[in-house]
């Protein structure tokens, strides 16, 4: 009788902590949650995981019922209002630890979760992107106060236009891209997105000096892959900011900069920027070390002599970056 006694007392244990447990994996929606203790608990779904990290809240829907936004603490009377720190080493969305590598988040999804949480100032443009502590007052513009993509398309830095599939400049793009595409024994790829890439007006200006020096030109299209440690074209039309990305580095810089901050390619010619008219030898180059399901690669406008022999099996050498721009950035699978 003491064994059947013993034997329900610790079933009614086990049963109390597993309780307990379910509830602490319940929806949890009070204020002041970084600060250990709630005001109140919704508990009627699981708390939402994403990515591997679970988060205190349900839904977006339930997160928006706080008083002080999920993760920040504050009091009916003070709001605490943060702008984007790029020093910052991981994601700035309370409880994702994952590397932050768009300014100062992991994603542009995050990014904006913030700011729809109020974890975040938002950019007084967009209203979606958090603020930048890079930012800068500039014309067009009577406070500081934007995000940096915002930022950059006032002071004419590179930006990125989706062009949709039904866009002629998206059938041109593909139409030239397959039909230079050559590879023995291989299919030819399905191209899911494209980017145009709207070039700095200094760059531009480089590129039209430079050609001017040439006695004889003609403007060439080329392909670059690279490394790319980012899931661009997954969220939007954005560039990441990790170094290693070779991809984002090369049009961000106009080809100043490659992967880790190299100021050029080493190849048979020396140092310098090496592409190919045939697409399908640059695919040999991309490297995706992502769970993006694309692989990438950059179509490019080079100037080169009228002189200057241009191989199909082999690669087109230009020895400065006003002599090359991006184009179009697409998205491809095989």
């Not at 299919?187 to 006695?215: C, E, M, N």
Request: glycine letters at 8%; one cysteine or more; proline letters at 4%.
């Amino acid at each position: 009788m003491a064994a059947i006694v013993r034997n329900v007392v610790n079933w009614s244990v086990q049963q109390g902590h597993s309780s307990s447990q379910i509830q602490r994996d319940m929806c949890e929606v009070g204020n002041n949650i970084l600060l250990g203790f709630m005001n109140k608990v919704c508990g009627k779904k699981p708390k939402f995981v994403e990515r591997g990290h679970k988060h205190p809240y349900c839904s977006r829907t339930c997160a928006g019922k706080t008083s002080g936004g999920i993760g920040k603490a504050s009091s009916p009377t003070t709001t605490t209002h943060l702008t984007v720190n790029t020093a910052s080493n991981t994601c700035l969305l309370t409880g994702c630890n994952y590397d932050a590598v768009f300014q100062g988040f992991c994603d542009p999804v995050h990014a904006m979760e913030a700011v729809k949480l109020g974890q975040i100032d938002g950019c007084d443009k967009c209203h979606d992107q958090p603020v930048s502590t890079n930012a800068r007052p500039s014309r067009g513009s009577s406070t500081g106060k934007l995000c940096a993509g915002c930022d950059r398309a006032l002071r004419g830095g590179t930006q990125l236009k989706e062009l949709g599939s039904r866009d002629s400049k998206f059938r041109e793009v593909r139409k030239q891209l397959i039909g230079k595409w050559n590879t023995r024994n291989e299919g030819l790829p399905t191209v899911d997105k494209i980017y145009q890439v709207l070039v700095p007006r200094d760059q531009l200006s480089r590129y039209a000096s430079y050609r001017k020096t040439l006695t004889n030109s003609r403007e060439i299209r080329t392909y670059h892959a690279s490394l790319m440690l980012c899931d661009l074209g997954t969220k939007g039309p954005c560039l990441c900011e990790r170094k290693g990305c070779g991809i984002c580095s090369v049009v961000r810089s106009s080809f100043k900069t490659f992967a880790f901050e190299e100021e050029y390619e080493q190849g048979r010619f020396g140092q310098g920027i090496y592409t190919f008219v045939n697409p399908g030898l640059a695919d040999k180059e991309a490297t995706t070390s992502t769970t993006s399901p694309y692989r990438v690669m950059i179509a490019c406008d080079v100037v080169v002599s009228a002189e200057q022999e241009v191989p199909d099996d082999d690669s087109v050498f230009v020895a400065s970056s006003d002599a090359i721009n991006s184009a179009y950035i697409v998205m491809y699978s095989m």
